[in-house]
Nanobody, 125 residues
């Protein structure tokens, strides 16, 4: 059973930094691309950053140069370092596979529609 547990959110002033963590279990982590996503009040969930199995990263234009995604395959964890935070970064942040809900096993690909509880990031102006 897939389980994704996000942590590290909080309240920070504009210009500040936060570091988010996601612990994944129930998946063959090393063969799965992972991503961070966020959902602001009244808005749809959006992609923030992704990292491939080989460590190649991709970022939404709105966070390029400010956020850094990384992964530790030994710990089944993915991280998001957020610097120079802006009020518009306020949202609940989630991790998931890339694309969300699509997982690679040792011999198969499967869909699992699941999101963790997320972690709230609030940036005050």
């Amino acid at each position: 059973q897939v389980q994704l547990v996000e942590s590290g959110g909080g309240l920070v002033q504009a210009g500040g930094s936060l570091s988010l963590s996601c612990a994944a279990s129930g998946i063959f982590f090393i063969v799965n691309a992972m991503g961070w996503y966020r959902q602001a009040p009244g808005k749809q969930r959006e992609l923030v950053a992704t990292i491939s199995t080989g460590g190649r990263t991709n970022y939404a234009d709105s966070v390029k140069g400010r956020f850094t995604i990384s992964r530790d395959n030994a710990k089944n964890a993915v991280y998001l370092q957020m610097n120079s935070l802006k009020p518009e970064d306020t949202a609940v942040y989630y991790c998931n596979s890339d694309p969300p809900g699509t997982y690679y096993g040792s011999r198969n690909i499967y869909q699992y529609d699941y999101w963790g509880q997320g972690t709230q990031v609030t940036v005050s102006s």
